[in-house]
């Protein structure tokens, strides 16, 4: 009998690494990187007793996780087949719909190799895999299927905003409303003028182009900031000034205010409506998009009632059919400002009265659901909106301008934090820290960087400049949001891992574990 398997022939896995140690004890560079890649499982498992000498681990993953895989294969091909069956050509080997399809699996397996090797955010990954394929010409969208793809997008945002709302803490907000309210909307709104101010020289854009760009630019991204602040937590820094829960909210209100300006600004650029009525019809959208989604999360608090067998999948529902439904709709009335907002609330209102009935703030089995939901959908918004970009066709001089743009303002936004973080109970290292935390963009520039250049193509646009120049304004936006997710993604991920540990202070274990579990449910 193998003297790992049980009496019941059952393979009881064991991680033994004496064959891969150098003569001081210490593992190969090799043996390191394959651990990255294939993690040590001890649980009991049928494993074939032949498996270990064929696949030796870590070279190769363990039975387990290779028949996890084969799975998953064996599902995508079974259902791309039903799909061929059904539709024929698009689901074809040269058919468009493939091509989507393989783009979004190659961006998630390429995100993950990236995030393993580099330990930076997949999504930069993700990212560079749309902008490849595009440029390889791997992957094609007629008008048809370019229609989907900005559908997709938006259920993306959906999923963003309601993580957002189902994250805010009502306690955190009550006890540290000012802290939030400061670090949450001055730094974006600094960075909002700054983008705008900068853009409408060294871009050219007019005013109201430049201020569309800046509103979505200033907006932080929770996909690159929530990991390595929990990272942090996990290792007990800052916890004991509770700062991890404070940028998780302030974050989240970042986000809504960004997504909700831009949505105003961009409903009033291709109105075609007065112009006062527009102005006017700016403060209504979020009075309206507030009222009507915190009624909407009330409702999904009391239907279904708790105790239903299925109060979990069918409150899933209800928030996420109601947020497709309010921006789908907020956009087609010319209301866009209402509808971001009206899912923000709504997720907020409804974590509020359940952390009553006992389901602690994004720890809710709801959450959980919209996080794996995001799982499967940020490879979509980033691979898409990589796909967006030729190279060939870019100006170097918007390039260059932009990134001048972007890194000078992203230098203007750290300062502004450490200034206008006073009486925040900060001391200056960790209010250093935090201006260098605010500088990572990702998510919510991937799902509006295309927005004004889809309305363009849909033949939405009113202006007055004419299609030619409205659609070069449109394609600066584009390449400057790209731009942002290339340089402060990966910038912001690596500051905060080199500077948290110098410029947080680090409780003991005990106290760590104890706030730990405190604040663990207002994680984003």
């Known amino acids: 009998m193998d003297p790992n398997c049980d009496s019941t022939g059952v393979r009881v896995y064991t991680f033994v690494d004496e064959h891969h140690q150098n003569k001081n004890g210490s593992r190969p560079w090799w043996h390191k990187l394959c651990l990255r890649f294939h993690q040590a499982d001890n649980t ?31 599902f995508f091909l079974l259902v791309w087949g039903i799909l061929y069956a059904e539709l024929g050509e698009p689901m074809s080997l040269n058919g468009e719909l493939l091509s989507m399809t393989i783009l979004v ?14 330990t930076l955010p997949a999504l930069i990954g993700m ?64 960075e909002c003028i700054a983008i705008s101010v900068s853009s409408h020289y060294l871009l050219n854009l007019p005013w109201i182009w430049g201020f569309l760009l800046g509103s979505m630019i200033a907006s932080v991204s929770p996909a690159v900031v929530v990991p390595c602040l929990f990272r942090l937590r996990d290792e007990g820094y800052g916890v004991a000034k509770g700062i991890p829960t404070l940028l998780l909210a302030a974050a989240a209100i970042d986000d809504s205010v960004s997504v909700a300006v831009f ?6 650029m291709f109105s075609t409506g007065s112009a006062t009525f527009n102005i006017i019809k700016g403060p209504l959208s979020i009075i309206a998009g507030v009222v009507l989604g915190s009624l909407w999360g009330a409702l999904a608090s009391f239907i279904p009632e708790r105790g239903d067998t299925y109060a979990v999948p069918l409150r899933f529902l209800i928030l996420f059919l109601g947020g497709l439904f309010s921006l789908f709709i907020s956009n087609l009335i010319g209301w866009s400002g209402a509808g971001p907002l009206a899912i923000v609330s709504s997720g907020f209102i409804a974590a509020f009265y359940w952390e009553k009935e006992g389901w602690p703030v994004n720890k809710n089995p709801v959450s959980n659901l919209f996080r794996i939901l995001w ?31 972007l890194v000078s303002c992203l230098l203007l936004r750290a300062i502004a934090t450490f200034l206008v973080s006073f009486k925040c109970g900060l001391n200056s290292k960790e209010k250093i820290f935090i201006g260098l935390t605010w500088l990572a963009k990702a998510t919510v520039q991937a799902a509006l960087g295309p927005a004004a250049l889809d309305l363009i193509n849909n033949g939405q646009t009113a202006g007055t400049g004419g299609p030619t120049e409205e659609e070069s304004y449109a394609k600066a936006i584009l390449a400057v949001s790209v731009l942002s997710v290339v340089i402060s993604a990966p910038l912001g991920a690596i500051l905060i891992a080199l500077t948290g540990p110098r410029l947080l202070s680090r409780d003991s274990n005990d106290a760590a574990d104890v706030i730990h579990n405190a604040t663990d449910s207002n994680s984003a």
């Open 127 to 190: 990212l560079l895999t749309g902008i490849l394929f595009q440029n390889l010409q791997l992957v094609h969208m007629s008008d048809t299927y370019r229609k989907l793809n900005q559908d997709l997008r938006k259920v993306a945002l959906v999923i963003i905003l309601m993580r957002a709302g189902l994250g805010l803490n009502a306690g955190v907000l009550k006890k540290h409303y000012v802290a939030v309210l400061q670090l949450g909307i001055l730094p974006w709104l600094v």
């Open 375 to 405: 799982i499967f959908f940020e490879p979509i918004l980033f691979a898409f909106t990589g796909a967006q970009i030729t190279l060939s066709a870019l100006d170097p001089h918007v390039i260059a301008m932009g990134a001048t743009c």
């Open 44 to 74: 009991l498992s049928r494993e074939p007793t032949w498996w270990g000498k064929v696949f030796p681990f870590p070279l190769f993953p363990t039975f387990r996780q290779s028949a996890q895989q084969l799975c998953i294969i064996i």
């Open 263 to 268: 949505a105003i600004i961009l409903n009033a």
């Open 105 to 118: 699996i190659s961006a998630y397996l390429i995100g993950w190799i990236w995030l393993k090797i580099t």
